[in-house]
């Protein structure tokens, strides 16, 4: 039975945007990201973070920074008893011809051989427009732009919210 889902970018949206972020000390989750992802989760989506990561690849941190980061992030929202299904990244720098680097779609071809999602009735959620055309080229037509991370002055989004809290989420009837 195939499975309706959030996926939801790192930087921007679940923390408040810092340039090159791999420590620990220096992650703050957004107010109200615990609240919308438990509302998400117990309405019977499976949540994934899908991220791009080209600290790695321009050696600004390590892939084990960045792991290290991503588990305690999972283990935060585990003490909230939000499970993250799976997290994606891409660590590639913007210039190098890779799959995974949103808009691209690797990442959901990767998250697509271990689960079957209903990609009809899935939400992207993210800061900036490569996220919303990630969304689209997935086939998710069902897209919130944040503006708590990257600026932006028009959006292709199918709605645009100030931060990802419960109340942005309940309006629009997730």
């Known amino acids: 039975m195939k499975q309706k889902a959030v996926f939801?970018?790192?930087?921007?949206?679940?923390?408040?945007?810092?340039?090159?972020?791999?420590?620990?000390?220096?992650?703050?989750?957004?107010?109200?990201?615990?609240?919308?992802?438990?509302?998400?989760?117990?309405?019977?989506?499976?949540?994934?973070i899908i991220t791009n990561q080209s600290g790695i690849g321009r050696n600004?941190?390590?892939?084990?920074?960045?792991i290290k980061l991503t588990k305690w992030m999972i283990d935060m929202f585990d003490l909230k008893g939000i499970k993250i299904s799976m997290v994606e990244h891409c660590p590639h720098e913007p210039?190098?011809?890779?799959?995974?680097?949103?808009?691209?779609?690797?990442?959901?071809?990767n998250i697509s051989k271990?689960?079957?999602?209903d990609f009809e009735n899935s939400w992207l959620i993210g800061d900036k427009q490569s996220d919303i055309l990630?969304?689209?080229n997935c086939g998710i037509l069902n897209t919130i732009q944040v503006q708590s991370g990257h600026s932006f002055s028009t959006s292709e989004a199918k709605y645009v919210i100030e931060k990802?809290?419960?109340?942005?989420?309940?309006?629009?009837?997730?």
Do not use: W
Request: proline share 1%.
């Open 134 to 136: 990630f969304g689209k």
């Open 114 to 117: 271990h689960y079957d999602i």
């Open 8 to 48: 939801l970018d790192r930087d921007g949206v679940i923390n408040i945007e810092k340039e090159y972020l791999y420590k620990i000390e220096d992650f703050e989750f957004i107010d109200g990201v615990f609240e919308a992802l438990t509302y998400l989760q117990k309405k019977g989506f499976l949540l994934f």
């Open 95 to 109: 210039n190098e011809d890779c799959d995974c680097r949103k808009p691209k779609i690797g990442m959901i071809k």
């Open 60 to 66: 600004y941190y390590t892939s084990g920074d960045y």
């Open 164 to 174: 990802l809290d419960l109340d942005s989420i309940v309006n629009i009837v997730i």
